[in-house]
Each structure stands twice: as structure tokens, then as C-alpha cells.
């Protein structure tokens, strides 16, 4: 029993500590090299006097939606209100929904078609392979040879196509598969939980994102906010249901074929943080699943890819990066076990190991914010924490969603609700009657997960071990704040 929980908790150990040390190296990268990065991702937005081309490209626009009569209206005017030369682009609304969406499509693309802009409301009475499937299925109805990718919570600017497109000269390289613009928040700070939600997502587009880029790392498309070239995504195979995460598997199918994604950090497109814990567990346990299948179908081949991508160990941890929340459940269950039964020495020699993993959470966020912001505040230091917190607190949820895409392949492509990032457009209608979440069947899990924790932190205290009891009571603390989001409908 002894021998069976050292192997257990030394191998969570490890491979947490191992996950902590690849997230350092690439912290440090942004560090030694911050002004370089500075340099290619930041700076003011490139002028658009002057730099008009003779023949622009054409670009189709596709917003993939699903039961979004809250947000659909908000889209769908920003698409048609890009300027861009209305010869030159189009607009797909690829609608799959089967509630009153539909007519609010059809009523407001009629209506847009008045004005010139040439649009196309595409209604499937399926949703045969989800978002990938409604993606495709738009790819065979255009012939144009960029297409930018919309979720329903996203509002461009009108200059968006524009800044990608001709400023930024992003896609003057011909190997360049895709342009990603930042993701921003408008929202975000209306409350402390809300705010640290962002930070969680901000930590990948102010740090993770353009570090691996400027390094020559393999950048991953978001899933929205970005333009595809039209001639990638047919090489790669096409856009494909098998994950769940369809955006990070035709990226590293490109990357494997020699293709190579751009960041553009200059350009940001405000979207929507979810207004419920419960939806951005949803979300969260829908990516989760989606990185699991997407490692498991993918690891082998960039693993195999020597003199494709430059740093094959470096990809495989970043694909298997949800892999986190599992190795931390394991860590929680074995704990009171592995304080009571293991050799001290050796638990001592694997706690300096694990005071990596600790410690590189918060200290990644720290930069982020300094990077965000450019200074430090109180306002600052809550952000963290709560972050720190939901972000152990989703580990039973994402433990499980890990599972799930480990075990089989595809699965149903659950929407994140959504309210409206501008509330005064959506129809009134529509804004009375918001989507709501139900309640996650890991919730209960959850609730199993707090209850083992305080039986482990009375075992340890009666065993005289009240020290080693604040971990266990720390993770239990976390998990019970994520359940008591749950239970109210909002965040605020």
C-alpha cells in the first residue's frame, strides 16, 4: 500500500512539476526577450491612409450560430458593416438553430441585403458535425479565398478585414494558414469573479500567444476572431467533427503539413465573458474534452514530425495541456494518504518539486497584468487570487472532460450561453427571454470532492499533521467557491 501511493503521488508529482517548467521556460522566453515581442506584437494600430491595393482579396465572412437570438443581431450587423469594398466580400450566417433564431436571421439578412451588402442565411435542419460541420458546409457555397471565422458573442470593428487584410500584411507570406486577432473583453471588469475570468484567458493572448509566436512555435487558431486562407484549410483536410475543438485540430493539421498561423496582437475584437459559472464550466469542460481528443489523435504525428516543427516536446505538452486539471485531482486524492504513508524524505524532495508548479500560477498571472495594464493595483492582486482559485476549483469539471475525450472521439457541441455584449441592440424579445445553463452533472462531483476534503483535513488533523491539512483545506475552499457560483444564476 506504502510502495503503490509513493509510485501514484511521485508520478502526479512529476508530472505536474513538468508542466510548471515548460510554462517557466516559456515565461522566461517572454521576459529575456519582452521589448523584441514588444516590437512585433505591440505598438499603435497601422494607419490605413494611403495603403489602399489596386485588387483586394475576397473574403467570405461565416458566423456559425446555434440558438442565439440574444447575440445573433449584434454579429451579423458588425459583419455587414465592415469596410471593405462590398464587391470584395460576403457575409454566411451558417444557422443551425431551432428556436425563434431563425426568424430573427431572416428577417434582419433581408433586410441587410436592402442596403448592398451581399449576404446568405444558411439554415441546416441538422447539426451533423456541429460547428465543423456548419463550417463546411459554408465552405462549399463560396469561392472566395479568405474566410474569417465570427462566434455569436463577437463584435468586429468595422475596420477589421481591412487592418488583416491589407495593414497588417499578415498574409504576404504565402505559407501563413491563418491570422489571429486578440480576443478583448469590454465587460470584463463589472466585477471581481468576472474580471478574474478574463485574466485566465489574458494570460494566453498577452503572454502564451505572442512568445510562442516570436519563438517559431506552432500558433493555434482561437476558434473566432480570425481569417483562414481558403487553400489551407482544403490541404489540411477541411474542418473535421472528430473533436471537439475543431480550431486547435486543423491548426496543428497545417502546421504538419508545413503551414504556419500569424498572431496579431494590435487588432482586437471584443467578445463576451460567460455571465454564469455554470456556462463557463460548460465551455471549459467542452474544451477540455476537445484537448484530450485532440492529443490523442495528434501527439503521435507531431511527435514523429522531426524537421516540421521546431519543438516537438514543447507542442505535445501544449496539446496535452488540460491535462493539468486531472494530474491536480490526483494530487487532492492521494494527499492525506501521501502525508500519513510515504517516506518523509522522499515527500519532502517531491513538495520542492511541487513548490514549482505552485508557484508559477500566480506569477504568470503577475506578468500578464503588468502587461495588460502596465501597472500594479490592490484591484490587481484580487484578480489573481480569484483566478488562482476558479482555476482550481474547475479541476473535477475539466477532469471530466478530459475523460470523456480520452475514451471516445466527436460528441455533442454544447453551446456556451450567452447574454449580449451590447445589451441595447438585441430585439427586446429576445433580451427578455435569456438562455439559461443547467445545472452540470459535475457539480455533484464537485460537492463529493469537498466532502473527501474534509474528512482528509480531520484525519490529518487527529493524526497531528494540521500543517499539511491547509493544502487539502485551501483546494476544498476552491472547489466550494465554484460550487457556490453555481447555485446563483449570475456571476455578479
Not at 239 to 245: D, G, K, N, R
Not at 385 to 394: E, H, N, R, Y
Request: one cysteine or more; charged letters at 20%; glycine letters at 8%.
Amino acid at each position: 500500500m506504502q510502495a503503490l501511493i509513493t509510485v501514484l503521488y511521485a508520478v502526479a508529482s512529476i508530472l505536474a512539476s513538468a508542466f510548471a517548467f515548460v510554462e517557466l521556460r516559456m515565461l522566461w522566453q517572454f521576459l529575456r526577450n519582452r521589448r523584441a515581442i514588444k516590437a512585433a506584437f505591440g505598438g499603435a494600430p497601422v494607419p490605413t491612409a494611403g495603403r489602399e491595393t489596386a485588387t483586394l482579396p475576397r473574403v467570405t465572412i461565416q458566423i456559425p450560430l446555434f440558438n442565439e437570438r440574444t447575440t445573433a443581431e449584434q454579429i451579423i450587423r458588425s459583419a455587414a458593416a465592415q469596410d471593405y469594398p462590398r464587391d470584395r466580400f460576403d457575409v454566411q450566417v451558417l444557422d443551425d438553430s431551432t428556436d425563434e433564431t431563425k426568424e430573427i436571421v431572416a428577417r434582419l439578412v433581408a433586410d441587410i441585403r436592402k442596403t448592398g451588402v451581399r449576404i446568405e442565411h444558411v439554415h441546416r435542419t441538422n447539426r451533423d458535425g456541429y460547428k465543423a460541420g456548419a463550417l463546411a458546409a459554408g465552405l462549399e457555397r463560396t469561392d472566395a479565398d479568405f474566410l474569417a471565422l465570427f462566434d455569436a458573442d463577437f463584435v468586429p470593428e468595422p475596420s477589421f478585414l481591412r487592418r488583416l487584410l491589407v495593414d497588417e500584411r499578415a498574409f504576404d507570406d504565402p505559407k501563413v494558414a491563418f491570422v489571429q486577432a486578440r480576443w478583448s473583453f469590454g465587460g470584463s471588469g463589472k466585477n471581481l469573479f468576472s474580471s478574474a475570468l478574463a485574466l485566465l484567458i489574458d494570460r494566453h493572448f498577452f503572454v502564451q500567444k505572442p512568445t510562442r509566436a516570436y519563438v517559431g512555435n506552432v500558433t493555434a487558431f482561437n476558434g473566432s476572431a480570425g481569417i483562414w486562407r481558403r487553400k489551407a484549410v482544403e490541404d489540411a483536410g477541411g474542418w473535421s467533427a472528430e473533436t471537439l475543438t475543431e480550431d486547435l485540430d486543423l491548426s496543428y493539421r497545417c502546421a504538419l503539413r508545413g503551414w504556419k498561423g500569424a498572431y496579431v496582437h494590435r487588432v482586437a475584437v471584443v467578445n463576451e465573458i460567460p455571465g454564469h459559472m455554470r456556462a463557463f464550466k460548460m465551455q471549459q469542460h467542452r474544451w477540455a474534452k476537445g484537448n484530450a481528443q485532440c492529443f490523442k489523435s495528434l501527439t503521435g504525428k507531431v511527435i514523429a514530425s522531426k524537421g516540421v516543427l521546431r519543438d516537438r516536446w514543447d507542442e505535445a505538452f501544449l496539446l496535452a495541456g488540460y491535462a493539468i486539471h486531472p494530474i491536480l485531482l490526483t494530487n487532492l486524492l492521494l494527499w492525506p494518504w501521501a502525508v500519513l504513508y510515504m517516506d518523509r524524505t522522499v515527500f519532502w524532495i517531491l513538495q520542492l518539486l511541487m513548490g514549482v508548479a505552485i508557484l508559477v500560477a500566480p506569477l504568470s498571472f503577475a506578468i500578464t497584468v503588468i502587461e495588460r495594464d502596465g501597472r500594479w493595483s490592490l484591484q490587481s492582486l484580487g484578480e489573481i487570487v480569484a483566478g488562482i482559485c476558479v482555476g482550481i476549483g474547475l479541476m473535477v469539471n475539466n477532469s471530466a472532460g478530459q475523460l470523456q475525450g480520452f475514451i471516445a472521439a466527436g460528441g455533442e457541441f454544447v453551446r456556451t450561453p450567452k447574454a449580449n455584449v451590447d445589451k441595447g441592440s438585441a430585439p427586446k424579445a429576445a433580451a427578455a427571454r435569456l438562455y439559461t445553463s443547467p445545472l452540470h452533472w459535475t457539480f455533484f462531483a464537485e460537492l463529493a470532492v469537498i466532502v473527501y476534503c474534509v474528512f482528509g483535513t480531520a484525519l490529518l488533523l487527529a493524526q497531528g499533521e494540521g500543517l499539511w491539512a491547509i493544502p487539502l483545506l485551501f483546494w476544498g475552499m476552491c472547489l466550494g467557491l465554484v460550487v457556490q457560483m453555481q447555485m446563483s444564476p449570475r456571476l455578479a
